[in-house]
């Protein structure tokens, strides 16, 4: 087990080292801080000097060495555009992300699996029709359009709920929350809905399949065969082994829903770590983009080692399992 | 949601016996955030619209942008190189520290630092000097008549608390740790600052000890303001539609019709001191991005005129801006001084001329180029290069478009690596010679001598009149040199002006607050009814 | 002659129960014809649409904001309105769409082509091969396919000065969102080639002698192209998807030549003022595209797999 976790950590090492040189890489050459640190108005040589105190005229190895050492500390320098440390504003926006990313993935969990489980035990039924329906519906219509029709109805039309941001949050620590107060709680809902609605047809469909699969197995005949009820052959034995695939496969889609919250806090400016990468881009503000992406890989790698010893846990034999089923 | 609302007023109206105040919040909104609180690191709207309620310069604009007394209670040119201030007494910082000459001293000062972004504003000024606790005087390299213009745009900060604090210079980028400034203020103004949280909310509470209180006219019931951006147009209109916030600074134009049929939103228009136009490369001997070779067909008169005559500016005004522009002719608007109407004329839209000139030029085919052009700078930028790209190919001018966001655009045009482009240029100081120094000079290495002037336009008719723009202090000679300038500028055809940038404001129907052609809301003059 | 069973099994299938549920169900059929009338009309957009709108020349802005047809202030000339420079929506459409497709049709095979040949060279050596290539897939499915995009992009546009990138945009992004999605096509591949290399057929080739490579191709592919077929369709839909969400970031196709993604944002714009054509036109089509692809893809699974028969 233990040479199983360092196996695992140090193949996430070289993994980690491409992305921060990528993610360095990348973004030390587009855009330009200086001139938006500048303004509109400035001379060449007020230019120069920022240039030479920013260390832009070193060469591209002596910036990226130099940002290595300070990433390790975990100092990721100071923001160009708001001039404040990089891993502040980023612990600042994790709460934000991490309550929306996983606030969705419930919200697909708890509305796919039963609709899952619904579709697979009734196939024909008019109802599972209509749920495969909206589903697929669910899987064409684009992130930001769904976002966009939400604002639209719930936010303008009928203002049932509020178009952007947080709300009022309350700060545990360093983590603010946004659970425990009602406008916070009502800011949640359109995010989260936009962002889980993806991922809850996604397990949907996973449920439903894998369901159809389990039903036809022979230990599934056999219980029937052994005049078990339905509900106790259905939920006891077909539904709990659909589930470890499921919970891994949504394990490895938090990592899809922190990526595409970046689109869904654009539309809802979510104060989150996605908007920060979107405005920082906008801003060519490398220090962020480059911790983001170091932190967003990192989270990943994380997630990855868990999903694996989640099934390293449970059976090993499922490991080609996992393969054949996380096809998305 | 009527009834909800009802029902809040109803529970304030109930609550009005028991507190003595009110408690009136603004909530308020636009695309960008401030980058930061420090008050001579950015010269940019989005930071000034915060700052300019916390802090104050010696001079206040009037709200229709004329000069009245701020911490300085008067101001006078005492020789040509020195002007001497008169404080204001009993002004106390918002942390309780008394005002003082040693302050405005040490802000100008402050100002003129390498790291500062506000050097434009103290350009001329050899030194401050403290006279005595409540008069300082600021000796000028040059005579220079537009001072108090021009330090009407540098806040004044407090010496002990910038010292205790470490920031005795702006912002250093490069610094390894947050600068105080960045998310702390220490100001004499209206409001101060009480939540900074960058990109999510900025909030101000009233400043009771404010001494302008008194004043007639800063009759702002407001007790608290909530800034929060929205950078997303369509979800910034629907907050304001929805309620969730009471003022938005830069509604997008398409939705102003829709604000306005908007039963409790009113919206005010007026013009911002910003021109668009198209300035092009007239140096160069071939163009970069052209497929014309051996010869750079901008540096023909006729070329020029034709690009001009080929716009058809009354589409552009009406469709892309919706109305919400001032068409020109000419450099600048009406309201910075200098301006004439005589010069404000435009070449008229006209096909079939510009196709005959551009034969004449010796291009009866047309040519091929590209036009570089900002997609997140000024209203409908874009969209303005879009319309401007198919009205010149449409006279055979076959015109590529590349749009880029500001933070790709402005490093190309400054390496000069551009044929032609579009560029918005405002005036805080509200005189000419901020123009003209900046985009008509020859690029000579004087300072201010074209530093924007991209193009790399150059006639020494102009550059002479710069100088007698710069030196004459007879306003009256000063004036004729800026309208003979303008008149060679319609002639030379160095841009192709198109329009004065309009700015519309949206709020609630119960706000009212002066709209302001700098395009920077002034709080103590804010009202929510 | 063995070796081609399964396939005449795949043939025999596509002949009979395919046909025979693909006609069964209408919504198949509509959506089968859906799909076929948009790509045929995308693909011929230049005989097809009314419009270039990418003929600047032909532009006249006081055509800017015209209605759809049957609104009051419609043009004829404009069937589904036109937009802020006065451009024919349905034109734009179908200009949009073909370039929509052409991205979702090229990166499918991209990641079709990369995924099969890895899946084949892993499931058929077996052994460290197998583990380092599966061990960059598992790495590789962690990072979401939007984000290896968004750095691919990124990477070519730090690169490349940005003339050229507007050229040869279309180009990264087929590469983007290929390199981003050819995990379950390998996965799928693999998990077959595996089960057929020890089939005794394979074992015949190899003992007379064939080639690997030969083996591979001739032998082991055919049996696996029939998943790969129904995880293209499901991915073209996504891939469409993908190009729109990238275009809505601003970070997909110049807006000289606008996908459909491209003209949902710009669209987006005049939502709330009035002009909803501009973006629901545009977002509507996207959707049905996707959506037809999306039920094709779904029977394909369904029609094949006889498990679920």
Partial sequence: ?328 | MRTRALAAAAALALAVPYTSAEARTLRWSAAGDPNTMDPHSQNLGTVTKILNQIYEPLILRTRDLGLEPGLATAWRQLEPTRWRFELRRGVKFHNGNDFTADDVVFSIERALAPTSNFGIFVDTVQSAVKVDDFTVDVVTKIPDPILPNKLASVYIMDREWSEANNVRQPQNTRAREETHTVRNTNGTGPFRLTIREPDVRTVMVRNDQWWGWNVPGNDSNITEIVYRPIASDATRVAALLSGEVDFVLDPPLQDLERLKRAPNISVLEGPEVRTLFFAMDVKRDELLYSNVKGRNPFKDLRVRQALYHAIDIEAIRTRVMRGQAIVTGTLFPPQVNGYTKEWDKRLPFDPARARALLAEAGFPQGFEVTLDCPNNRYINDEQICQAVAAMWTRVGVNTRLNAMPLAQFFPKIQREDTSIYLLGWGVPTLDALYSIQSLLATKDGRPGNGIWNYGNYSNPRMDALTETIKNESDPEKRNAAIAEAMRLYHEDVPHIPLHHQMIPWAMRANITIPHMANNQPYMRWARVN | MRALAPLRRLARAVESDLWWSFTRSPTVVISALVAVAMIGSAAFAPWVAPHNPFDLATLNLLDAFTPPLWLEGGDPRFPLGTDDQGRDVLSTILYGARISLFVGFCSVLFAMTLGVTIGLVAGYAGGAVDAVLMRIADIKLTFPAILIALLVDGIVRAILPRELHDRIAIWVLIFAIGISNWVPFARTVRGSTMVEKNKEYVMAARVIGLSPARIMWSHVLPNVMGPVLVIATLQLGFAILAEATLSFLGVGVPPTQPSLGTLIRIGNDFLFSGEWWITIFPGAALVVMVLSVNLLGDWLRDALNPKLR
């Fill in chain 1, 1 to 328: 087990m233990l040479a199983f976790i360092l196996s695992r950590l140090l193949q996430a090492i070289p993994v980690m080292l491409t992305v921060s040189l990528i993610s360095f890489a990348m973004f030390a050459y587009v855009g330009d801080p200086v001139t938006i640190m500048l303004g509109q108005d400035y001379t060449e040589a007020q230019r120069e000097a920022l240039v030479r105190e920013l260390g832009l005229d070193q060469p591209f190895f002596v910036q990226f060495v130099e940002f290595l050492e300070n990433v390790l500390r975990g100092d990721f320098g100071l923001s160009y555009r708001l001039g404040r440390p990089v891993a502040d504003l980023i612990l600042e926006r994790l709460p934000a992300t991490l309550e929306l990313a996983l606030t969705a993935a419930l919200l697909a969990l708890l509305v796919g699996v039963p609709m899952g489980v619904y579709t697979g035990l009734y196939r024909d039924s008019w109802l599972s029709r209509l749920f495969l329906t909206v589903s697929l519906i669910g899987v064409s219509l684009p992130t930001f359009l769904i976002g966009i029709l939400l604002i639209l109805v719930f936010a303008v039309i009928l203002g049932w709920l509020p178009s952007f941001g947080r709300g009022e949050t309350v700060a545990i620590g360093w983590w603010t929350t946004g659970l425990l107060t009602w406008s916070g709680i009502k800011a949640l809902i359109l995010p989260a809905v936009t962002l889980g609605l993806y991922q809850m047809t996604l397990i949907m469909r996973l449920v439903r399949s894998e369901m159809l699969e389990v039903l036809r197995t022979d230990y599934i005949k056999f219980a029937r065969a052994r005049g078990l009820p339905d509900r106790i052959v259905h939920f006891g034995h077909a539904l709990k082994n659909t589930l470890v695939p499921v919970i891994t496969i949504t394990g490895l889609q938090l990592g899809a829903i922190i990526a595409f919250a970046i689109v869904t806090e654009t539309v809802f400016q979510w104060p989150g770590m996605g908007l920060l990468f979107i405005q920082a881009v906008a801003n060519a503000d490398i220090p962020i983009m480059a911790a983001y992406l170091i932190l967003v890989a990192l989270l990943f790698v994380v997630i990855n080692l868990i999903v694996d010893l989640l099934y390293y846990a449970v059976d090993p034999r499922l490991r080609s399992g996992l393969a054949a089923t996380s096809g998305r």
